[in-house]
């Protein structure tokens, strides 16, 4: 059974940094990409950014590109999200997903496996 948490939010004043990781399990084979999205209250969810584990490439959201970095780290089974340089417009609760059958993971409904989320709160 595939089981996704989220760790690593946090409050922080705008500029500051946070990082976020992804702990995934219960699954023998390679997901094909994992995603980071976000929602802030009363606004639809979305791509942050993304990241497909056959070559390791990489996909932002254009709002978050040269501040945001994601990686994965096979041997512990875990994604991360480096955030640098936050806004207060980075505020939301953010999500980490999974597929592991061959598509993208830009658009939320494309992705079947979800975490609880982590708050990210930065204040002005």
Known sequence: QVQLVESGGG???AGGSLRLSCAASGYTYSSYCMAWFRQAPGKER??????????????????????FTISEDNAKNTMYL???SLKPEDTA??????????????DAG?????????????SS
């Open 93 to 106: 609760m953010y999500y980490c997903a999974a597929r592991f059958d061959v598509g993208r993971c830009q």
């Open 11 to 13: 409050s922080v004043q």
């Open 46 to 67: 979305e791509g942050v950014a993304a990241i497909y584990t056959i070559g390791g490439t990489t996909d932002y959201a254009d709002s978050v590109k040269g501040r």
């Open 82 to 84: 480096q955030m640098n």
């Open 110 to 122: 494309e992705l079947g496996y979800w975490g609880q989320g982590t708050q990210v709160t930065v």
